[in-house]
């Protein structure tokens, strides 16, 4: 075979090899290209797709139910302008009945008894011969007994109603007496916000519900029964007789060691001095330190910052009546969603005479949904701060195990300060702010 035609065949060769793997590649650049497929909850979802989504319940979002005009109030504190001591002017609280329809006629009844009559047999007797009929709105079923004096209509309609616990409106176009279980209020509150919040807080606290408040005019509106009424009845009256109110400033903050160690409380001592450490109450859980306003929200961060990092979680205030108790809600006023979120900082303080001596006499309760986890009984006096150490973050985590380290812990800054309700006639400027000499002229007054 001569070398051209063996020449001739090797190409030949070559020539198919090549357009074999000329194919090869072809054939890969022609086959279809399909989008990347994702299948969630039996969806087929892909980059074009549109979402699906099931049905919900007509139910309020989470975001609309926890929407409320006096949270920005709550969870937020002006610690550059925050007075331990002020005073406001005593204010009277005022509550009215509303819903009471038309005035009943200007008629006379002359002695009556009844027993064990329900209140609308009781009334259908008095206004017997009258155009005047009793409609019940709903089932009412006590039964009184008692005698009504002569005298006024209305007078008469009233008792009775209180007496069976229930509540009247006259419809004078159709000559009517409603009855029904419950009834309609409006409080005309005073002009300080501090005593609005205790008084919410107070009748939230005696489980009155379906508060409406218009923070422009300062009016409460509320809707209850017999018992309802007594109990707000009772809470203004108490409100209006306390000479003093206690608000607490509060700071919660996470705390993250830079380091494999705890944070070194002790070091509180040299960094600001022993004398500015005035007390050091231990709990089950946690130690709470009685400080001076050395030891501020400005001056803790800084101590923190040298060994840890601080992330601020909640803040916020709340005031309560002298001798009563309330709480703040860490997740009301959270920063966001976090392990702490279901943790409440409970309060009782009573200011006055505490042994010879001016003092704020407290008690702090840190409780979850779980329980109690620690308390405080804090005797302090008035412008000292309260600093809660040593509560492990992994109280609050509910899982085997955690990327949080074991000595994370929450820190929480509490500052108390005292509101003087004072006469109108003995008010002097109320706008002075009571610091230094004026605040210790103004404690030895007392």
């Known amino acids: 075979m001569s070398i051209i035609t063996k020449y001739i065949k090797c190409m030949i060769g070559w020539t198919c090899v090549v357009s074999v793997l000329v194919g090869c590649v072809n054939s890969k650049q022609e086959e279809p290209q399909f989008d990347n497929v994702v299948v969630e909850d039996t969806l087929v979802i892909n980059e ?8 919900m319940a007509a139910l309020t979002t989470d975001t609309a139910r926890r929407f409320a005009i006096d949270l920005p109030k709550r969870c937020s504190v002006d610690w550059n302008n925050q007075n331990v001591m002020s005073v406001v002017p005593e204010e ?19 002695d009556y008894e009844f027993k064990q009559l329900t209140v609308k047999q009781a009334l259908d007797k008095l206004l017997d011969g009258t155009d005047i009929a009793v409609v019940e709105d709903e089932d009412l079923y006590e039964k009184i007994t008692g005698t009504i004096s002569s005298g006024a209509l209305n007078e008469a309609v009233e008792l009775m109603s209180k007496m069976g616990r229930v509540y009247y409106s006259y419809d004078e176009t159709h000559g009517e007496i409603h009855l ?49 009424e007594r109990e707000v009845a009772k809470i203004i009256a108490d409100i209006s007789s306390k000479k003093y109110m206690i608000g607490w400033d509060v700071d919660v903050y996470r705390v993250y060691p830079r380091t494999d160690n705890p944070i070194v409380w002790m070091n509180l001592l040299p960094a600001f001095g022993e004398s500015n450490v005035h007390m050091s109450v231990p709990g089950v859980v ?19 910052y040298q060994q840890a990092n601080v992330v601020l979680i909640s803040q916020g205030q709340f005031v309560i009546p002298n001798g009563w108790q309330s709480r703040f809600d860490i997740g009301q006023c959270g920063k966001e969603e976090r392990l702490e979120t279901d943790l409440v900082i409970g309060a009782k303080g009573t200011y006055g005479d505490f042994g010879g001596k001016k003092k704020i006499d407290a008690k702090i309760v840190l409780r979850t949904g779980a329980g109690e986890l620690t308390s405080f009984n804090i005797p302090s006096s008035v412008g000292d701060n309260y600093v809660i150490v040593g509560i ?31 006469d109108a006639p003995k008010q002097v400027d109320m706008d002075a702010p009571l610091v230094g000499d004026a605040l210790r002229d103004f404690l030895s007054e007392e």
Do not use: C
């Open 48 to 55: 074009n797709s549109v979402p699906i989504f099931p049905k």
């Open 92 to 110: 009277k609280i005022e509550i009215v009945r509303l819903e009471m329809g038309d005035k009943l006629p200007d008629l006379k009844v002359s």
């Open 392 to 422: 492990p973050t992994h109280s609050f985590v509910t899982t085997p195990e955690t990327l949080i380290s074991p000595y994370a812990e929450l820190v929480v800054f509490m500052s108390p300060r005292v509101i003087s309700i004072v």
């Open 180 to 228: 029904k279980h419950r009834g309609k209020w409006l409080i005309k509150m005073p002009k300080n916000e501090s005593i609005i919040m205790a008084l919410l807080d107070a009748m939230r606290g005696a489980d009155v519900r379906n508060l409406l408040v218009d923070w422009e005019d300062k009016t409460l509106v509320f809707e209850g029964n017999y018992q309802t």
């Open 286 to 304: 946690g130690r709470a330190l009685v400080v001076s306003s050395e030891i501020n929200t400005k001056t803790l961060q800084e101590f923190l």
